[in-house]
């Protein structure tokens, strides 16, 4: 199964045309990108990873308030 969570937002990074923080597998191994950076991250299931990528959102929102 692939995903691809995203989460743009080019006033935080113009970096990976605006993708601050991202996870998913498009190229066969799962990942994590963050602000143009990408590292590999141990995959738990769809649904942990949804909850992380949601509450790391929900703190990168704080940034420019």
Same mark, same amino acid.
């Given at each position: 199964?692939?995903?691809? #969570?995203a989460?743009? =937002?080019? $006033? #935080?990074t113009?970096? %990976? =045309? @605006?993708? !601050? #923080? &991202?996870? %998913? =597998?498009? /190229? &066969?191994? /799962?990942h994590? /990108?963050?602000? &143009? @950076? !990408?590292q590999?991250?141990e995959f738990?299931g769809? +649904?942990?990873? +949804? $909850?992380?990528f $949601? +509450?790391? !959102? %929900?703190e990168l929102k704080?940034?420019k308030?």
């Amino acid at each position: 199964m692939r995903y691809n #969570l995203a989460f743009i =937002n080019h $006033f #935080l990074t113009s970096q %990976d =045309n @605006g993708r !601050v #923080l &991202g996870y %998913d =597998n498009r /190229h &066969g191994y /799962h990942h994590r /990108h963050y602000k &143009g @950076g !990408v590292q590999p991250y141990e995959f738990s299931g769809y +649904a942990a990873t +949804a $909850f992380r990528f $949601f +509450a790391e !959102v %929900d703190e990168l929102k704080k940034e420019k308030r």
